[in-house]
Each structure stands twice: as C-alpha cells, then as structure tokens.
C-alpha cells in the first residue's frame, strides 16, 4: 500500500501563498516511529506538561502544543524533518520537493497549517483509539 497523502490548498485571499496546493506524505512506518521517540524524548525533557494517562490522541494533541516548548537546538531538526512531508502540487498535476529559501512558502501561518496537517497524518490511528 501506497503512503497516505493529503492535499492542502491554501485558500486566503490575503495570503502571499493563496491558491497553492502542497502535498503532505506520511513517513515510513520507521521513520515515524523514531521521530516520535525523539519527540517524545525532547518534551518530557523540557519538562512539559502531558498527562501520560489521558487519551492517545489528547496526548497526541498534546505533545505537538509542547513542541514549542523545546529548545530552539533541539526543536529544528525535528521541524525539518516534519517540512520534508511537504511537496509543491505543480499546476500539471506533479509534485516536487519545496526549495528551500524560495517564495514556496511565503507566509508563516502556511508553514504552521502543514506542520499540523503533517502531525495529523502521522497521529489519526489515535483518533480511533489508537494503539
């Protein structure tokens, strides 16, 4: 089976990236599962507040709020990694990876809304009740 995607269109009249498509694809199931360790690692170690007894996806929910709680140091590389979910729909249909420093993203709210749309993609087994 193929891994998930799911398409965004920015639609915000306002927005420099208005009218953009991007496509966020899920990681391997390893490489997810390594990311959330490091996470997971990360915001307990800044001390973050998460009840480990709460529901899966209340945890979930959670944990990408704590997110922005870490370390500048320790939060960039897992942002990155999040950003490399994120692919450009061409007008022809294709897909390519963002370029880094461009006019891709042009807005800071973009960038917020496909790291949750990312965050989704990888946490809405827990949505059902999860593991």
């Known amino acids: 089976m193929a891994r998930r995607t799911k398409d965004i269109e920015i639609k915000d009249q306002e927005s420099r990236d208005n009218g953009k498509t991007y496509v966020v694809t899920e990681m391997s199931a390893e490489a997810a599962e390594w990311w959330a360790f490091r996470v997971l690692q990360a915001i307990l170690g800044a001390n973050a507040e998460i ?8 945890m979930a929910a959670a944990g990408f709020k704590a ?3 870490l370390e500048p140091e320790k939060a960039k590389p897992l942002l990155d990694e999040m950003m490399k979910c994120v692919s450009m729909r061409l007008p022809d249909g294709k897909t390519r990876d963002l370029f880094p420093n461009t006019n891709d993203i042009e ?4 960038r917020v809304i496909l790291r949750k749309e990312v965050f989704a993609l990888h946490v809405d087994f827990f949505q059902n009740g999860g593991v």
């Open 51 to 58: 009840d480990l007894n709460a529901p899966l996806a209340q």
């Open 67 to 69: 997110l922005g709680q």
């Open 107 to 110: 807005e800071v709210k973009t």
